[in-house]
Nanobody
Framework: VQLQASGGGLVQTGGSLRLSCAASGSIFSINAMGWYRQPPGKERELVAGLTSAGSTIYANSAKGRFTIARDNAKNTVYLQMNSLKPEDTAVYYC??????????WGQGTQVTVSS
């Protein structure tokens, strides 16, 4: 299983970015897909998650600004990020959990928000 993330970059405060993560390989049953981030000098944290049943979870910092969505046909998960702030600066990682077991990570994509 491979995850290919894209869409990061440099944006000004208040701007938007859309991250994409395409999963490929031996994927039989997806349990959940999501996005995590790791700010400089900090631990990795959950940003948003989406289960196969359609349930979503967002970090408090992401609520109202970020939206996670998935294209089932393409095994791709997206993270639309609006109203970006400097504190959103981090390396963003996509995450895939398979049923009944298996967890995979993308390579990370840098998001930098300038003030």
């Amino acid at each position: 299983v491979q995850l290919q993330a894209s869409g990061g970059g440099l944006v000004q405060t208040g701007g938007s970015l859309r991250l994409s993560c395409a999963a490929s390989g031996s994927i039989f049953s997806i349990n959940a897909m999501g996005w995590y981030r790791q700010p400089p000098g900090k631990e990795r944290e959950l940003v948003a998650g989406l289960t196969s049943a359609g349930s979503t979870i967002y970090a408090n910092s992401a609520k109202g600004r970020f939206t996670i969505a998935r294209d089932n046909a393409k095994n791709t998960v997206y993270l639309q990020m609006n109203s970006l702030k400097p504190e959103d600066t981090a390396v963003y990682y996509c995450n895939l959990k398979l049923f009944p077991r298996g967890e995979y990570w993308g390579q990370g994509t840098q998001v930098t928000v300038s003030s």
